[in-house]
């Protein structure tokens, strides 16, 4: 594995280690190293495509347990895979630019093992789980001084994680829950 894609070694959470658990603990570290306290922030931006529930979003799990007393921190979650975290921050520096936001938590964080097969040697050795987190501020000196995201909406079917939800009401779903990736072709 090492020799091929380059995977040393890789964290499983436990099962007590959500994902707004892992950001949590991610987003307590950011703010010590930000000598900020979590009632310093105005915006919580958390990038997951495993979250623990659809809904609430795991953003506003981290500010209950961060315990932040105010309740005018915009909270949202957003999904974009691995570019998700790049994705938040993005989002996060035009509220700063803009002057809506001063101090804003950019977290991303996956458990992806809760998602794989571990009979599919083609993906579980290629995932882990983990959280990290940044304290966006407003600056003089230091800033992020630009920015280039595109998609192509035209490889979905290559990796994705089946959605167990009603298409529509009462009618059941039953599909694996579990990554599908053609390693293959993402790798090209």
Not at 94 to 116: C, D, F, H, P, W
Not at 147 to 155: A, E, I, P, V, Y
């Amino acid at each position: 594995i090492k020799q091929r894609v380059g995977i040393e070694r890789r964290h499983c959470a436990s099962e007590a280690e959500t994902t707004s658990y892992m950001a949590t603990h991610a987003a307590k570290k950011a703010l010590e190293a930000a000598q900020l306290t979590a009632n310093d922030i105005d915006m919580i931006i958390v990038a997951t495509s495993t979250p623990d529930f659809i809904m609430p979003s795991t953003a506003s799990m981290v500010h209950q347990n961060l315990q932040i007393d105010n309740f005018k921190v915009r909270c949202f979650d957003i999904s974009a895979a691995c570019s998700g975290f790049v994705y938040a921050l993005d989002i996060a520096k035009q509220y700063i630019e803009t002057g809506v936001s001063k101090n804003i938590l950019v977290i991303g964080a996956e458990k992806m093992t809760r998602v794989l097969d571990w009979n599919d040697r083609s993906t579980c050795v290629l995932f882990g789980d983990g959280a990290g987190a940044v304290v966006i501020s407003t600056s003089q000196e230091k800033k992020i001084l630009s920015s280039l995201l595109f998609t192509d909406g035209s490889c979905l079917d290559m990796l994705n994680v089946p959605n167990n939800l009603p298409t529509s009401r009462g009618q059941a779903i039953n599909i694996d829950p579990y990554l599908i990736m053609e390693g293959n072709k993402v790798f090209k």
